[in-house]
Structure formats: C-alpha cells, structure tokens
C-alpha cells in the first residue's frame, strides 16, 4: 500500500481490509476496480464534515475533495449527477453543472433524496458506487491530483484516493473549470 502524506495523524489501512469503514456501495465499487490504490482511515462521525476533519486529524483542507449530488428537471424527468471538488473551491451548479445536465435550473438534491437513492450516508456521499446511469463530474484539479481525502459513504471513514482513480470510475467525466474559487 502506498504511503500517503495527507493521512495526518490518522493511520491508513487498505481500503478492502476495512469495509467496515465504507458503505455498503463504495465497497462493492471498490471491490469491483482492477487493483485500486486507496487506503481508509477511521475518524470521530462528529467530525465528518470537513474543516472539522481537517483540523482535527491535521489534514491538508487542499487535499480534500467534497462529493455533491446535483439535480434538475427536463421535461418532467429529474435528472442527477454527481460533481466532485476541492474543498477550497464550489462546485459550478448553475453554470457547468446545469449545461451538462441539460436543464432549466440545477440545485443541491435533497438530503433525504440523495441519501436514499445513494445508499450513503449525509455528509459522508463520495463518487465511488453511486448509481450506474449519474454522470460523476470530477473537477480538473481533482483528477490531477496526486493524494486526495474523499467520503467513504459513512460519517465514521475517509477514503484516501488518487485523482486518477477517480477519474477512471465508471462514468465519469474530467471537466476543466468545473469548480469556482471560494470567494
């Protein structure tokens, strides 16, 4: 298992020995990619979000990446999708995010919606075993990062991943300025 740098003081296992620590769908996803490289850490649930994280456990808020499930309508259909970026920055919803989408208006889904249809937890919902048909919309900056902390479908874990890992998930799609810098 590689050595990651942006553990803090957490110790990292490799992520198929603890599923305990993941949802039951980022462990089936996980399961099913060809050898991937990511470590978990066990963390306090009431310190999930993540500058509570970050200070806590000494981790670098720049290596963290949020998980935001986004949906809008066309025609009578919702349509989902997932848009994954830095911590330091917001994910573009009424720009990027809605013209990928094809829709009128795109907003932050409904936590009780995005955790049911993601059978993760709230605060906690990470790109890795959402359902098949989401489009995962990973930041450029993400997927050229070499170290990143991400959700690992519960409150009470973090994955440690690389940006290449992520940008080869299954649906997933590299896009250039799909964060804003947090103002």
Request: contains cysteine; proline residues 7%; hydrophobic residues 45%.
């Amino acid at each position: 298992m590689r050595n990651w740098t942006i553990s803090g003081t957490l110790t990292v296992e490799p992520a198929e020995q603890r599923t305990d620590l993941l949802a039951e769908p980022v462990a089936k996803a996980l399961a099913a990619l060809e050898s991937p490289d990511a470590g978990v850490v066990e963390i306090d649930p009431e310190l999930a979000d993540t500058g509570a994280f970050c200070e806590a456990y000494s981790s670098p808020m720049s290596a963290s990446a949020n998980c935001v499930v986004v949906a809008g309508k066309r025609a009578g259909e919702v349509r989902y999708a997932a848009a994954l970026v830095l911590a330091t920055t917001r994910a573009d919803v009424n720009g990027v995010i809605k013209r990928r989408l094809d829709v009128r208006k795109a907003s932050f889904a409904p936590m009780d919606e995005a955790v049911e249809l993601t059978g993760m937890a709230y605060g906690g919902i990470t790109p890795v075993g959402l359902p098949a048909d989401w489009p995962i919309l990973i930041d450029k900056a993400v997927a050229d990062s070499p170290e990143l902390v991400i959700g690992s479908g519960i409150r009470g874990g973090k994955l440690l991943v690389t940006g290449e890992l992520l940008a080869s998930l299954p649906g997933a799609e590299v896009i250039e300025d799909l964060a804003k810098p947090v103002a």
